[in-house]
């Protein structure tokens, strides 16, 4: 069994990725693959999220390591990598309309996007095809305030600058929900939401930990290298998607503390242990098979995926279907879904190859492998030019 990843990057957490956006995108109508997400494809949003501040961290834990805080490098390469496509999806938004908005009502939604404000105005944003960037604006204000946070934990290390303002956001919540706070507000606020990209962070922390001081670790540590421990948390997490409740069908406070102190953080944990999982042992059975090329190949291009999505759908609506009655449709459901996926395949692929990695070729040095322990020789696994930025709306 192979205990110890040898490579800087972890091709099974690109796989992770493709399961969840295509999870995101079966929510959003690519109803075929509601067979295996069920009703659940909204938490594909959490599942990047947590791949996020799993891999967040350990870029930072490389930055460390090397004795360089690298802030400036660190945020130079989030603007190289978010920005260039996300705002060649607003210009193209903005110049051809394909939503058919009011011109007038077009500049509002355009400043939110680009402003990463979607998560507070959902509202205003979803007539113009951006709902999506809800998720951003999380992972935007959790990359503006989490390295001072994580950078304090390093220098002390004392973890309770890291569990304090994780554990505080339980007590916001369960104040919210005593106010009756509608389940928009809950999903997707970043006052809300940064706790599950929080569950990464700890994730990685508990990698590093095992990593660095093996016999610290010695009975989670052959718990999470195990072979089978990855394919069980893999089959848990798709049937926590099947059966979780969306937040619009939890009625009654009992229910809804239940629900989301409870049961969402328990997801979320479940798939940072899963990252945890792959990154330790490359070779168990679901790490190979979430390594298989077609697999790593959409992963890689998933934050391409999500934001270009909901314009393919759109565009296939309106041009490539017309013929077909939505009666037609729903009859061969079939049909319409491999437009949709096809359509946002190529835009993906185009946005992937043609925008986002000519700027990702000017990151420097973030994504250069780092022993994590002079014993082990272990490389990092964090690869800053993969990182995920999701996700839905999201």
């Avoid at 989301?260 to 945890?276: E, Q, R, T, Y």
């Avoid at 330790?280 to 291009?301: D, E, H, M, Q």
Wanted: hydrophobic share 50%; charged share 15%; aromatic share 14%.
């Amino acid at each position: 069994m192979s205990t110890t990843p040898t490579r800087s990057h972890i091709p099974a957490i690109d796989g992770l990725r493709t399961v969840s956006i295509l999870a995101v995108i079966s929510s959003h109508g690519v109803h075929t693959l509601q067979g295996l997400f069920g009703r659940g494809g909204w938490l594909g949003v959490d599942v990047f999220f947590v791949i996020s501040g799993f891999l967040i961290t350990r870029i930072l834990f490389n930055s460390w390591h090397k004795g360089d805080l690298g802030l400036k490098s660190f945020y130079l390469n989030r603007v190289l990598r978010i920005i260039p496509a996300l705002y060649t999806l607003l210009a193209i938004t903005a110049i051809f309309n394909p939503f058919h908005v009011n011109s007038k009502d077009l500049f509002l939604p355009m400043l939110i996007g680009a402003t990463f404000m979607g998560d507070y105005f959902p509202d205003l944003i979803k007539h113009a095809g951006l709902g999506i960037t809800w998720s951003l604006g999380v992972e935007e204000k959790f990359y503006l305030c989490f390295p001072f946070l994580f950078f304090a934990y390093l220098k002390s290390r004392k973890l309770i600058y890291l569990l304090l303002p994780y554990l505080s956001i339980f007590a916001w919540k369960a104040y919210l929900l005593t106010q009756k706070t509608n389940w928009e507000r809950m999903t997707l606020a970043f006052d809300t939401r940064f706790d599950v990209i929080f569950a990464g962070v700890f994730g990685a922390i508990i990698l590093h930990q095992i990593l660095q001081k093996p016999a610290t670790s010695k009975y989670l540590a052959p718990l999470l290298k195990n072979n089978w421990y990855s394919l069980a948390a893999g089959t848990i997490a798709i049937v926590f998607m099947r059966k979780l409740h969306h937040p619009t069908e939890i009625n009654g406070l009992g229910a809804q503390i239940l629900y989301w102190l409870a049961w969402m953080p328990a997801f979320n944990w479940l798939i940072a242990s899963l990252c945890v999982s792959l990154t330790l042992n490359t070779k168990s059975l679901l790490a190979r098979f979430l390594s298989l090329p077609p697999i790593v190949y959409i992963g890689k291009i998933s934050y391409s995926l999500y934001l270009w999505h909901i314009l393919a759908f759109e565009l296939v609506n309106q041009y490539a279907m017309p013929r077909y009655s939505l009666q037609q449709l729903d009859h061969n459901r079939a049909i319409l879904d491999t437009a949709y996926l096809l359509f946002a395949l190529a835009f993906a692929a185009c946005s992937y190859h043609f925008i986002e990695k000519p700027f990702l070729r000017l990151k420097k040095n973030s994504s250069d492998p780092l022993p994590e322990s002079r014993t082990s020789q272990i490389s990092m696994a964090a690869d800053s030019a993969k990182d995920s930025e999701m996700v839905s709306s999201k």
